[in-house]
């Protein structure tokens, strides 16, 4: 039978070839100049052919052409056409057009209101060499049906050419989704123009549409009931504008859908489903495009074991409404730059590649910043029609009033670029909450925001749960052992530099240089051995005036000139917006002193020179070589502090210091107490041992450390610098808690030996600096 069927075919196409052949007689198919009138050309200085001149025949000689048969030769044009052996990529190509339908076959199709197309239906069996088919293609061709269709389709954001004829594919989700609003209309119009022309149209596609998804409602019926899906009908659940619950990296997102699709990608198939969720850009709160996947599966799974699913079958929609609404309220009151801390995990995106880190301390929230020093993007970059469209509440850069929601929502140029006035903010957020009361948008807040983690040193996203507010530690400056009047005058420096300062101070404007914006910034020069305090003055007064700390080693900023140079107008210009402290630690390398010989060295010294002159913001610059300094520098330092070496009474204090910052051991122990040789903890009446030893624990902790005034300055003979003195206190605390054992002189000692074993201890009065050469 297929060799008949297949020799029937052969033979039909052969018959359509020669009478193609037959009414077209003389014709090869070629076309000349003369065959082509001058009004097909758009170019009017083209002019028309004579026709007077006989073109030359196919295969002629042509003047100039070259000889007879030479490829190209003749000024003619021929046709190909894909024969009936094509298939896609492969096409076999012949010299007469595929067989059309006769004009009255076309005429009678046309005059249709719907053409359905089926195809063979391979997921069925075949019954009795008979296949199953089902729908593959509508095409709506009455032109009032099509007007109807494109009023309901406009809520998919679907447009439909109202002078053409509407086509639909498999699984026709159009048109399953618009249903209930075909049925509306046609009910309307029932009752209120029984004779309206589309009425009859409308009756047919409703009748055509409950034979097309007969089965697929069936099959949901049951499903649903059961609280399952299958994946052929996965994309049923999704309708536009269904609240989509979904689980990104680390958080629960809930999204807006727009449509889903079924997509196969290297012969896996995938439903993608895509929506928009709300993000803060800088300016304002706009829609974001944001898109879910849900691989093929076999069978049936529970709907809420799927990647994403519709809110509605959440075991608790209204606790997550709740409380995605409290987290994108939050959000809220991040548009300004603000400093605080974070832990947990954030995101790093460099172009298509991101990576996870753990951060674990301060950061900078900034979404300006992210914008402009990371992503690069400029100040007209948002401001094309789509961007505006889903702008919902933009506020200007300057101080302008906030614009809500469609395209006619215009912002300055700059606007990107430029930091939202407080007004701004505050007009942002009462929009967004006034929004709130009629139409529910807060829950569709996207969990992320952009900074820089001061750390890690990297531009990241940060998930706004895990932002807590700052802790400043204020006792750190007093805790700093130096010159209390020198630390009071480094402190009016900072806090009068550029007009800061409290509320009630007035400061002069600053004394211009002789060339514009030169000599503006504030540079303070820490030098003196490792352990003197250096950082932590940085840190102190960071801390003491409320700005973030921006601390950097020499190999942040690289060590090369072709890098130094970017890098640091980077750090220098994010240091300004933020109105950051720089602490650039062990800055030798960029301060040495120049010589001839050594041209690299040099290079570094000069950039770094350059940037440091037109700096407005303050720097600390740490070293521990200050006789190495090149003299340009030191005519550029503000102030210069000069850290020396402890002296025993300044080990004392910071013993004491360390010693009284001591939090309580810990109540619960299992050993007995041990105390010192000699020592024996007073008897109890009524008391056992085990007892005993736990009161006596107890007693112990709820007191300060049995360190005396004599033992202080035992501590202090030994020659340690701050840092040192730090590590000998923490780590002996550690062993004592988690021995059960009393700290004592002999055991703060003991951690000295191990922590510090090339400290030497000194008679009192006789004390020699590790660092005095």
Known sequence: MPLIHLSRREMSEKAWKWRYKLQHFGDSGEKTLSDFSSSESGDSSLKKPDHTKKAPASGSPVVGGGRNGELGANASVKTLYEGPASREGMYDWVDYPPRQLSKSAAKAQDRVAIKVYKIKDLEKPIISGRFSLRYHMLEVQNPLLVAALAEFLKKQDVHLDTSESATFKHPFPELYFSYDDIVARHRTLDETEPAHPLKPFLLLLIRLLDEIFADTRARLRTLRADGLMSFKLAWTLFPRNTPLVSFGNNCEILSKVTEASTVT???????????????????????????????????????????????????DAAAVKARLTARGTKMLDFQALTYVNYSGIAIHSEGKNTSKHNVDGRIILDVVGYNRHHLAQGAREGSDPQSKKRQLVVGDGDDGAAHQGGTGSTTTNAAKTKRLSSAAQERNKQSMLAREAEDPLLMYMMPIVEGYALKNKLWMSFFIEDVAPM?????AFDHLVYNEQQKDLVMSFVESHCGSGTATQKHPKAMEDVIAGKGQGLVILLSGPPGTGKTLMAEAVADRTRRPLFYLQAEDLGINAAALGANIKKVFEMATEWDAVILLDEADVFMAERHPQDIARNELVSIFLRELEYYRGIIFLTTNLYSTIDSAFRSRVSLHLLFNALTPEARMLIWRKFLDRLPPAPQAITKPLLLEEGEKPAPMAGKSEAGEAATARADVDEATPQITDEDIKELASWQLNGREIKTAVKLTKTWCDFKGYELSLSRLENGIKVTSPHASKTDHGQDTSLYDE
Do not use: C, K, Q
């Not at 802790?471 to 006792?475: E, G, K, T």
């Open 471 to 475: 802790v400043y530690n204020d006792a």
């Open 265 to 315: 990608l290297n012969g896996r198939s995938m439903l993608v489903i895509r929506g928009n969720v709300l993000r803060f850009d800088g300016r304002g709160f706009s829609w974001e495009d944001y898109s879910v996947t849900i691989n093929a599966f076999s069978g049936h799974r529970p709907v809420t074991e799927l990647s994403a699913y519709p809110l509605e079958f959440h075991e």
